[in-house]
């Protein structure tokens, strides 16, 4: 107890650089998802899909140029028939990411091994001045 009193500036300072070194990882984890870049990449490297999982109604507003809208509801229905191939790169699409994370467990279940999400969503997307479509 006497070395807790007599070096508690030390453990302060431990306490404090090992949060710091912990940062990075909390935060990454809350923006999980590619990047718009990474997934401009993935689309025109190696012709990746996107799914859009929103409703019909907020993918006519607007989306991703060539996706394809799957709403979150009736994903594991109608995936396998929308795309087929399960070993091309799968990038699912919402307004913000969080329906996007959900549906990224449900592609990694129907086996898609290579499904990401796109962090950000659609948001992350407008603000990269990427392309919008609207149908």
Known sequence: ???IVNNWMLIAIALVS???LLWPVVQGAATAGLTPAAV???INREKAVVVDVCETNEFAAG???GSK?????ELEAKLPNSVKNKTVPLI?????GARSGRALAIAK????EQANSLGGGLAAWRSANLPIEKS
Do not use: A, D
């Open 63 to 65: 989306h991703v140029t």
């Open 92 to 96: 699912l699409v919402c307004q913000t």
């Open 109 to 112: 279940k129907l086996g898609y």
């Open 1 to 3: 107890m006497s070395f």
């Open 18 to 20: 090992g949060s710091m």
């Open 69 to 73: 809208n799957i709403p979150l509801g």
């Open 40 to 42: 401009v990449q993935l």
